[in-house]
């Protein structure tokens, strides 16, 4: 607007500069065409973008979407003004999973917008609104934004809804943005433009109609957002069918104080996973319910799409009728989650902090520089958290007084310098404090108002400063503050360095580096009273014409400080003898060539910090020359020995009028320019001292108590902690509980109480709390004091016992929660034990300490619980841990409502250190690990807000993937399970791999929404490499039979029941008449793989069982003669039709010779089987059982289960394992009661009858023709009938010889007993067609 105002008065003025009336308009018409000059693109209409704007409006379609991982938007915006960036942005990261945001923009002319929309992800379209209704070709949207504007004003409102409203999928949304009002300027421009009419009633009249038209059409009006400037939203949402009351099993009430709807909840979810009624969390008991953490994870879970929530948070207890309102509306929005807040339906909404939400005005402040070293982050921090005392032990243990002063003046030194730029290292004085800055300030003491000055080791870039009374001084009456300072760190060191330590004598030659800074003029200064022969160095022009003029030192005897040829020229100059003394602060090679200055017995005084540190080596030649090299680091000294402060101020004072000692020049910046102040001495211009002025000194010099606060600056927040309090972390002995307990150390705590439910466990947590103790030891400065409680805090008592232990130590200043024990699971799994633990660890342990502190009235600065991200966003597996953090949360609203303090952090992963710390994230997550140092920086902050809930996450980078929908999918496959496609095997499983439970429900969900293929969450594990492979190349098909193949053989499993009968024989068809044929049990005991051919069987079938009594039977001749017993009583004339398959086969064979028998029928398997001692091996034997038992599996699901079976060290294991997956494969529909014992005796019965075979096998070879001789005798007839497979085996003899052979059957004599019969079919073929043949033979066998 402003250009078109400048591009206005600059051309549009005549000579006389006015202005031209009759071509303002057509200027401004010409002007507005332009894209530069858009006024859509004006910051105020730009305003719509803003986040309180749209945010929480496009979070209320993500969170109605989630776990969707793809939506679906067009935007229809026909000015330059495009709102996708944001939209995009937003809906994009609103879940702990990234949202696939598919995002066509609808505009006038692609040309004209902003090229980074061309070249990101978004689809452009044209649309020419004055010949077509509605941008054609879009359709099965979730969102349309709509930027409604003066140019659509034309565009029939009706039809374009409408076209709308096709456009959007059932319970889509459209959001729309208005202008609700035009800005002065606006108007202005406008009535310049001939458009005086233009009113805000206008704009009113057109949000009307929309509106209307909108709900006429069909949509709801969800909600609406204004700014202050000139822009509102207005969601809408599409709803088709009016939802109907929930019946009473829909509404499941989530009580706060009992658990007892968990299983209620847990049923009904699992039920409804098919059915797909809406479901009713109801919550208006309690304020501090959890109920929204706990929709947040169920609705990423299976079935949680038709979950609802309604918490009434004003636990008013009031009833719920669906038919009135609010309630009505809310069931006819249908939205996931709905809040009642003082009568006003919402929900819970995520809006960035304010840019400055660390920062407060303060006046009491000092500098610092943040973690990362470099002047820009060179900072004044907030102050009024550090606590003063009056005493304090030094670093040598002795005890101190301390005075506060009010800070004046600050003296910056080059060492602050290179501690804000990271070029010196920090030493061991970061134990002690925080801030290393500042080391020198004048000011009033607050006691008596006495001006002083003095050191300390830090912080002395601030307003106030306690400081070691050992370290101040009173000043001199004829020095202002400021000259003061200008004495301090400079002449302490000439003192220490030239005098002290230098032992400089009268008329000695001297060599002064840099001397134009302030140390160096304190030395020129000195020096020239000592009348020293002096020869300087400086590194300008300016510095040289300043000690020629300002100290008269002759051109002659100044060299530079940039280069070595000070070293020729003072050689020269002193006839090859050199100085009796340097005074140092140049490094390399420049530190190397003023050592060679020194003459013979002179000295080397070294006052530079950087060589040192850097521990640089030097050549030990020179010492030939007997010099002298003495090192000076009088901060140091102040420190460790205890008079050299005051006798430091002694000589100050004694010289301070006499000449010896005399202020420096200096450069004065303000405190709000302290960075400048650095920034100066960096390039190294400065002459004298450089001061930071906090505020100004009064004119008079006397005492004064009256001391005006410093300026109001904006400043950073920051936390301290009171030494004399005492902090309670529940769970401290945990990952993060151990770094929060030293950085509250670091930051002041002295008295922590750290709880844990068995105390110290680890050699870490020992270690730790062994160091703080030795530290304590070590300095009393820390007089440290950390104690473990394993006071139950989930019981009152318990936590009454913890307050109380923790008083002792203190009056208790803040609680700070972490204790945490996760029970992840899916809801369908969990138990009520599980759930309800990590619900009492977290929220139970926060309201004991929340109502009993208050009950105590004690006093709490700091009420914090670590909640989680998995509780504001949703994470699937974590309900109860949802629930709980959602509690705490709750709790920290009511407390900042009753004015205390109160504050939830829903952090996101963390790294280093926790629960977390060696869990790899998955690359398909929308948030990465924070750093432990960076959780703790933010913490420091998040501290100070006023805020009750905060998030705190670190997004990952987004990742636009390009393809097919299905080749993105696949791509996040192998991202989430981190394996390279091209190089893992086809056959494994994702289960075998290792996949997140949470990413199985993202792509079970994934399937069944976007493909309809509805797997449970064991089948997705059992999807293998090859399956993703081929949906990969869009053969979804194949995914789609392999799903219908897992439900099918589901179906199957869970229609035969494993139940050891205890019946002697069962009835296995329908026929009734006739002279009954019985079967005989097959390997795995019950009749269910036989049923099929006894329904084709046109006689009774009798199932002769084996039943739990057998089990003792271990011999197979006993057990023929069991059922030979059995048939007699079942049939006592004898002449018995029996059939026999498999192992049941060889009881037929053997039972032929001496029953009273008329017909048998083998079905033969046994003979294609080797008979050696391999095939009763316990490997063998597992294999045959899974044939048998498992051979409904899907052939993959069964392949992985032989592959694991492998990795099992013994038979109880394996057959564990067998009945585990199957168990686990079926699921709730499967009848298993002795299953595992069928598994057991299965094997017991297959050993036997391989030990059977293997030893007839040995005998038969021997006395084939005595068993042949027997069988002889025998009355009845057998056929055995054998599947072969479809290509005809011409070999037939071969194939009767070995059947013969393995029934131990005689090769001759038998002829007119024996009958062979093949039927077509292997282990491929469909059972029933097999079985059809083997009916046919049977039947037509019995009959004759
Ligand atoms: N780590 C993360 O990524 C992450 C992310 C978001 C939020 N958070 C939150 O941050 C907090 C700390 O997490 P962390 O990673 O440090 O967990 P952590 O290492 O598992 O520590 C939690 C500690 O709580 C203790 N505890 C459990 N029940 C207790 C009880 N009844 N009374 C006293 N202590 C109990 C446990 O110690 P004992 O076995 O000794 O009792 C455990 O060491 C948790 O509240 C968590 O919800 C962490």
Redesign the pocket.
């Given at each position: 607007m402003l250009k078109i105002l400048d591009k206005l008065s600059a051309t549009m003025k005549d000579d006389n500069r006015n202005f031209d009336s009759n071509s303002i308009s057509k200027m401004l018409t010409d002007l507005q065409m332009q894209p530069e000059f858009d006024m859509n693109m004006d910051v105020i209409n730009q305003v719509s973008t803003n986040e309180h704007l749209i945010r929480t409006l496009l979070d209320i379609v993500s969170e109605n979407y989630v776990p969707k991982k793809e939506i679906k938007v067009l935007e229809i915006n026909v000015t330059n003004a495009l709102m996708a960036q944001e939209i995009d942005n937003h809906l994009a990261h609103a879940a702990i999973y990234p949202i696939d945001v598919n995002y066509t923009i609808a505009t006038k002319c692609i040309d004209n917008i902003n090229d980074e929309y061309k070249n990101k992800s978004f689809k452009l379209t044209e649309w020419d609104y004055k010949s077509s209704a509605f941008p054609s070709d879009i359709s099965q949207l979730e969102l349309i934004v709509m930027k409604d504007t003066q140019d659509l004003k034309d565009v029939k409102l009706d039809v374009y809804l409408q076209e709308a409203y096709d456009a959007i999928v059932s319970k889509g949304f459209l959001l729309s943005v208005f202008k609700y009002k035009y800005t002065e300027p606006e108007l202005l421009l406008n009535s310049m433009n001939g458009r005086k009419n233009m009113k805000n009633i206008e704009l009113e009249k057109r949000i009307n109609d929309f509106t209307t038209t909108a709900i006429q059409m069909g949509f709801k009006e969800i909600g609406r957002k204004y700014d202050s400037i000139n822009s509102m939203a207005v969601l809408f949402r599409k709803i088709e069918t009016k939802p109907t009351v929930p019946e009473k099993h829909n509404i499941i009430e989530i009580n706060a104080s009992d658990m007892s709807w968990f299983e209620t909840l847990k049923t009904r979810v699992t039920e409804n996973i098919d059915t797909k009624d809406n479901i009713w969390l109801i919550a208006n008991d309690s304020q501090h319910n959890g109920i929204v953490g706990l929709i947040n994870c169920l609705r990423l879970e299976p079935g949680g799409d038709s979950l609802r929530c309604l918490f009434d948070c004003n636990s008013n207890k009031s009833s719920i009728k669906f038919t009135e309102k609010p309630y009505s509306d809310i069931l006819n929005n249908d939205l996931a989650i709905n809040v009642i807040n003082e009568r006003l339906v919402g929900t819970y909404r995520h809006i960035t902090l304010p840019k400055n939400y660390d920062k407060i005005p303060s006046n009491e402040y000092f500098l610092n520089v943040g973690l990362n070293r470099d002047l820009s982050h060179l900072q004044w921090y907030d102050s009024r958290h550090i606590v003063t005392t009056d005493e304090f032990y030094d670093l040598c243990n002795v005890h101190k007084h301390q005075i506060r002063c009010h800070v004046y003046s600050s003296g910056l030194n080059f060492r602050d310098v290179m501690l804000a730029t990271g070029r010196l290292i920090s030493g061991p004085e970061t134990l002690f404090t925080d801030c290393l800055l500042g080391f020198e300030f004048a000011g009033r003491r607050s006691d008596t108002g006495e001006r002083v000055c003095g050191f300390n080791m830090s912080r002395c870039f601030g307003t106030t400063i306690d400081a070691n009374e050992n370290l101040i001084s009173p000043i001199p009456d004829n020095w202002s503050m400021d000259d003061a300072i200008t004495i301090l760190s400079t002449y302490s060191t000439v003192w220490y360095g030239l005098l002290e330590r230098g032992q400089l004598k009268k008329n000695e030659s001297v060599l002064i580096h840099s001397a134009a800074g302030g140390v160096g003029q304190a030395a020129i200064n000195v020096c020239q009273k000592y009348n020293c022969d002096l020869y300087v160095t400086v590194g300008t022009e300016d510095k040289k014409q300043f000690l020629m003029n300002e100290y008269n030192i002759p051109e002659n005897r100044i060299f530079s400080s940039r280069d070595i040829q000070f070293k020729y020229k003072i050689k020269e100059l002193t006839d090859g003898k050199g100085v009796d003394l340097v005074l140092n602060s140049l490094t390399g090679e420049k530190l190397e060539a003023s050592y060679e200055c020194v003459a013979d017995c002179g000295r080397f005084v070294e006052i530079g910090k950087y060589d040192l540190q850097m521990n640089k080596q030097m050549g030990m030649f020179s010492f030939l020359k007997d010099l002298s090299f003495i090192a000076v680091s009088a901060d140091r000294k102040l420190y460790l020995t205890q008079d050299f402060g005051q006798n430091f101020f002694k000589w100050m004072n004694e010289n301070c009028t006499n000449g010896l000692i005399k202020p420096i020049n200096r450069t004065v910046f303000k405190a709000e320019d302290a960075d400048k102040a650095f920034r100066y001495m960096t390039t190294g211009k400065h002459i004298g001292k450089i001061i930071v002025k906090i505020r100004d000194e009064e004119t008079i010099k006397s005492q004064l108590l009256d001391i005006k606060p410093a300026n109001e600056m904006t400043v950073m927040t920051k936390t301290y902690f009171d030494p004399n309090k005492t902090y309670i972390i529940?769970?401290?002995?945990?990952?993060?509980?151990m770094e929060l307990m030293h950085w509250m150390l670091f930051m002041g705590a002295r008295r922590l109480v750290l709880?844990?439910?068995?105390?110290i466990?680890s050699d870490y947590q020992k270690f730790l709390l062994e160091r703080v103790k030795a530290l304590g030891n070590r300095f009393k400065f820390f007089n440290t004091k950390v104690i473990v409680s394993t006071h139950?805090?989930?019981t009152t008592e318990g936590t009454k016992q913890l307050l109380s232990e923790a008083h002792k130590l203190g009056p208790i200043g803040g609680v700070f929660?972490?204790?945490?024990?996760?029970n992840d699971c899916l809801l369908e799994k969990q138990t009520i034990d599980g759930f309800c633990e990590t619900i009492?660890?977290?929220a139970k342990?926060f309201e004991n300490l929340d109502r009993i502190t208050r009950q105590m009235s004690i006093d709490l600065d700091y009420f914090v619980?670590?909640?989680?991200?998995?509780c504001g966003k949703g994470n699937a597996g974590q309900s109860n841990?949802g629930y709980a953090?959602s509690v705490c949360e709750r709790i920290c609203e009511s407390r900042r409502n009753d004015g205390l303090h109160g504050l939830a952090i829903?952090?996101?992963?963390?790294g280093d250190?926790?629960?977390?710390?060696d869990t790899e994230m998955s690359s398909l997550s929308g948030i990465v690990?924070q750093r432990i140092n960076s959780c703790l920086e933010i913490f420091d902050k998040l501290l100070q807000t006023p805020q009750a809930v905060i998030s705190c996450v670190v997004r990952a980078k987004r990742v636009t993937q390009q393809g097919s929908r299905e080749s993105k999918i696949v791509n996040q496959i192998w991202q989430a399970l981190g394996i390279d496609p091209r190089t893992t095997p086809d056959h494994l499983t994702l289960g075998e791999i290792g996949m997140e439970s949470m990413f199985a429900v993202e792509l079970q969900q994934g399937l069944e929404r976007d493909y309809k293929i509805k797997l449970t969450m064991n089948d997705i594990k059992s999807i293998t490499v090859r399956h993703i492979k081929e949906f990969e190349t869009g053969r979804v098909d194949q995914f789609k039979k392999f799903a219908e193949e897992l439900h099918n053989a589901r179906e199957k499993l869970a229609k035969i029941k494993f139940i050891i009968p205890s019946d002697a024989y069962t009835p296995l068809n329908s026929v009734r008449t006739g002279n009954p044929v019985y079967f005989l049990p097959p390997l795995e005991g019950i009749f269910s793989s036989l049923v099929g051919l006894a329904e084709q069987i046109n006689r009774p079938v009798i199932g002769l069982n084996w039943t739990k009594d057998m089990e003792k039977i271990d011999d197979v001749k006993e057990i023929a003669n069991y059922y030979t017993k059995l048939l007699k009583t079942l049939h006592p004339k004898g002449n018995f039709d029996i059939v026999g398959h498999f192992y049941g086969a060889l009881l037929v064979a053997k039972m032929l010779r001496k029953s009273p028998i008329r017909r048998a029928v083998i079905i033969d398997t046994i003979s294609d089987m080797e008979v050696d001692e391999d095939m009763i091996s316990d490997e063998a034997i597992i294999e045959m059982l899974i044939k048998f038992i498992c051979k409904d599996l899907p052939k993959v699901i069964n392949e992985k289960l032989v592959r694991e079976l492998k990795l099992k060290p013994d038979i109880n294991s394996k057959l564990s394992k067998i009945s585990a997956d199957i168990k686990e494969f079926v699921g709730k529909g499967f009848v298993g009661r002795d299953f595992d014992d069928i598994l057991n005796q299965s094997f017991k019965r297959a050993k036997l009858f391989g030990n059977y075979r293997l030893k007839m096998k040995n005998k038969f070879k021997q006395i084939k023709l005595n068993i042949g001789k027997k069988y002889l005798e025998m009355s009845g007839k057998l056929l055995v009938i054998k599947a072969v497979a479809n290509t005809f085996d011409d070999d037939m003899i071969n194939t009767t010889d070995k059947i013969w052979d393995s029934y131990f059957l005689p090769e001759k004599g038998l002829e007119d007993k024996l009958n062979f019969k093949t039927v077509r079919g292997d282990s491929d073929n469909d059972m029933n067609i097999v079985f059809n043949q083997i009916a046919v033979s049977i039947n037509q066998y019995l009959l004759d």
């Amino acid at each position: 607007m402003l250009k078109i105002l400048d591009k206005l008065s600059a051309t549009m003025k005549d000579d006389n500069r006015n202005f031209d009336s009759n071509s303002i308009s057509k200027m401004l018409t010409d002007l507005q065409m332009q894209p530069e000059f858009d006024m859509n693109m004006d910051v105020i209409n730009q305003v719509s973008t803003n986040e309180h704007l749209i945010r929480t409006l496009l979070d209320i379609v993500s969170e109605n979407y989630v776990p969707k991982k793809e939506i679906k938007v067009l935007e229809i915006n026909v000015t330059n003004a495009l709102m996708a960036q944001e939209i995009d942005n937003h809906l994009a990261h609103a879940a702990i999973y990234p949202i696939d945001v598919n995002y066509t923009i609808a505009t006038k002319c692609i040309d004209n917008i902003n090229d980074e929309y061309k070249n990101k992800s978004f689809k452009l379209t044209e649309w020419d609104y004055k010949s077509s209704a509605f941008p054609s070709d879009i359709s099965q949207l979730e969102l349309i934004v709509m930027k409604d504007t003066q140019d659509l004003k034309d565009v029939k409102l009706d039809v374009y809804l409408q076209e709308a409203y096709d456009a959007i999928v059932s319970k889509g949304f459209l959001l729309s943005v208005f202008k609700y009002k035009y800005t002065e300027p606006e108007l202005l421009l406008n009535s310049m433009n001939g458009r005086k009419n233009m009113k805000n009633i206008e704009l009113e009249k057109r949000i009307n109609d929309f509106t209307t038209t909108a709900i006429q059409m069909g949509f709801k009006e969800i909600g609406r957002k204004y700014d202050s400037i000139n822009s509102m939203a207005v969601l809408f949402r599409k709803i088709e069918t009016k939802p109907t009351v929930p019946e009473k099993h829909n509404i499941i009430e989530i009580n706060a104080s009992d658990m007892s709807w968990f299983e209620t909840l847990k049923t009904r979810v699992t039920e409804n996973i098919d059915t797909k009624d809406n479901i009713w969390l109801i919550a208006n008991d309690s304020q501090h319910n959890g109920i929204v953490g706990l929709i947040n994870c169920l609705r990423l879970e299976p079935g949680g799409d038709s979950l609802r929530c309604l918490f009434d948070c004003n636990s008013n207890k009031s009833s719920i009728k669906f038919t009135e309102k609010p309630y009505s509306d809310i069931l006819n929005n249908d939205l996931a989650i709905n809040v009642i807040n003082e009568r006003l339906v919402g929900t819970y909404r995520h809006i960035t902090l304010p840019k400055n939400y660390d920062k407060i005005p303060s006046n009491e402040y000092f500098l610092n520089v943040g973690l990362n070293r470099d002047l820009s982050h060179l900072q004044w921090y907030d102050s009024r958290h550090i606590v003063t005392t009056d005493e304090f032990y030094d670093l040598c243990n002795v005890h101190k007084h301390q005075i506060r002063c009010h800070v004046y003046s600050s003296g910056l030194n080059f060492r602050d310098v290179m501690l804000a730029t990271g070029r010196l290292i920090s030493g061991p004085e970061t134990l002690f404090t925080d801030c290393l800055l500042g080391f020198e300030f004048a000011g009033r003491r607050s006691d008596t108002g006495e001006r002083v000055c003095g050191f300390n080791m830090s912080r002395c870039f601030g307003t106030t400063i306690d400081a070691n009374e050992n370290l101040i001084s009173p000043i001199p009456d004829n020095w202002s503050m400021d000259d003061a300072i200008t004495i301090l760190s400079t002449y302490s060191t000439v003192w220490y360095g030239l005098l002290e330590r230098g032992q400089l004598k009268k008329n000695e030659s001297v060599l002064i580096h840099s001397a134009a800074g302030g140390v160096g003029q304190a030395a020129i200064n000195v020096c020239q009273k000592y009348n020293c022969d002096l020869y300087v160095t400086v590194g300008t022009e300016d510095k040289k014409q300043f000690l020629m003029n300002e100290y008269n030192i002759p051109e002659n005897r100044i060299f530079s400080s940039r280069d070595i040829q000070f070293k020729y020229k003072i050689k020269e100059l002193t006839d090859g003898k050199g100085v009796d003394l340097v005074l140092n602060s140049l490094t390399g090679e420049k530190l190397e060539a003023s050592y060679e200055c020194v003459a013979d017995c002179g000295r080397f005084v070294e006052i530079g910090k950087y060589d040192l540190q850097m521990n640089k080596q030097m050549g030990m030649f020179s010492f030939l020359k007997d010099l002298s090299f003495i090192a000076v680091s009088a901060d140091r000294k102040l420190y460790l020995t205890q008079d050299f402060g005051q006798n430091f101020f002694k000589w100050m004072n004694e010289n301070c009028t006499n000449g010896l000692i005399k202020p420096i020049n200096r450069t004065v910046f303000k405190a709000e320019d302290a960075d400048k102040a650095f920034r100066y001495m960096t390039t190294g211009k400065h002459i004298g001292k450089i001061i930071v002025k906090i505020r100004d000194e009064e004119t008079i010099k006397s005492q004064l108590l009256d001391i005006k606060p410093a300026n109001e600056m904006t400043v950073m927040t920051k936390t301290y902690f009171d030494p004399n309090k005492t902090y309670i972390i529940t769970g401290g002995l945990g990952g993060f509980g151990m770094e929060l307990m030293h950085w509250m150390l670091f930051m002041g705590a002295r008295r922590l109480v750290l709880t844990s439910r068995k105390g110290i466990k680890s050699d870490y947590q020992k270690f730790l709390l062994e160091r703080v103790k030795a530290l304590g030891n070590r300095f009393k400065f820390f007089n440290t004091k950390v104690i473990v409680s394993t006071h139950d805090t989930n019981t009152t008592e318990g936590t009454k016992q913890l307050l109380s232990e923790a008083h002792k130590l203190g009056p208790i200043g803040g609680v700070f929660h972490l204790a945490l024990v996760l029970n992840d699971c899916l809801l369908e799994k969990q138990t009520i034990d599980g759930f309800c633990e990590t619900i009492d660890s977290k929220a139970k342990t926060f309201e004991n300490l929340d109502r009993i502190t208050r009950q105590m009235s004690i006093d709490l600065d700091y009420f914090v619980v670590f909640s989680s991200v998995a509780c504001g966003k949703g994470n699937a597996g974590q309900s109860n841990y949802g629930y709980a953090n959602s509690v705490c949360e709750r709790i920290c609203e009511s407390r900042r409502n009753d004015g205390l303090h109160g504050l939830a952090i829903q952090w996101g992963p963390i790294g280093d250190v926790g629960v977390l710390s060696d869990t790899e994230m998955s690359s398909l997550s929308g948030i990465v690990k924070q750093r432990i140092n960076s959780c703790l920086e933010i913490f420091d902050k998040l501290l100070q807000t006023p805020q009750a809930v905060i998030s705190c996450v670190v997004r990952a980078k987004r990742v636009t993937q390009q393809g097919s929908r299905e080749s993105k999918i696949v791509n996040q496959i192998w991202q989430a399970l981190g394996i390279d496609p091209r190089t893992t095997p086809d056959h494994l499983t994702l289960g075998e791999i290792g996949m997140e439970s949470m990413f199985a429900v993202e792509l079970q969900q994934g399937l069944e929404r976007d493909y309809k293929i509805k797997l449970t969450m064991n089948d997705i594990k059992s999807i293998t490499v090859r399956h993703i492979k081929e949906f990969e190349t869009g053969r979804v098909d194949q995914f789609k039979k392999f799903a219908e193949e897992l439900h099918n053989a589901r179906e199957k499993l869970a229609k035969i029941k494993f139940i050891i009968p205890s019946d002697a024989y069962t009835p296995l068809n329908s026929v009734r008449t006739g002279n009954p044929v019985y079967f005989l049990p097959p390997l795995e005991g019950i009749f269910s793989s036989l049923v099929g051919l006894a329904e084709q069987i046109n006689r009774p079938v009798i199932g002769l069982n084996w039943t739990k009594d057998m089990e003792k039977i271990d011999d197979v001749k006993e057990i023929a003669n069991y059922y030979t017993k059995l048939l007699k009583t079942l049939h006592p004339k004898g002449n018995f039709d029996i059939v026999g398959h498999f192992y049941g086969a060889l009881l037929v064979a053997k039972m032929l010779r001496k029953s009273p028998i008329r017909r048998a029928v083998i079905i033969d398997t046994i003979s294609d089987m080797e008979v050696d001692e391999d095939m009763i091996s316990d490997e063998a034997i597992i294999e045959m059982l899974i044939k048998f038992i498992c051979k409904d599996l899907p052939k993959v699901i069964n392949e992985k289960l032989v592959r694991e079976l492998k990795l099992k060290p013994d038979i109880n294991s394996k057959l564990s394992k067998i009945s585990a997956d199957i168990k686990e494969f079926v699921g709730k529909g499967f009848v298993g009661r002795d299953f595992d014992d069928i598994l057991n005796q299965s094997f017991k019965r297959a050993k036997l009858f391989g030990n059977y075979r293997l030893k007839m096998k040995n005998k038969f070879k021997q006395i084939k023709l005595n068993i042949g001789k027997k069988y002889l005798e025998m009355s009845g007839k057998l056929l055995v009938i054998k599947a072969v497979a479809n290509t005809f085996d011409d070999d037939m003899i071969n194939t009767t010889d070995k059947i013969w052979d393995s029934y131990f059957l005689p090769e001759k004599g038998l002829e007119d007993k024996l009958n062979f019969k093949t039927v077509r079919g292997d282990s491929d073929n469909d059972m029933n067609i097999v079985f059809n043949q083997i009916a046919v033979s049977i039947n037509q066998y019995l009959l004759d």
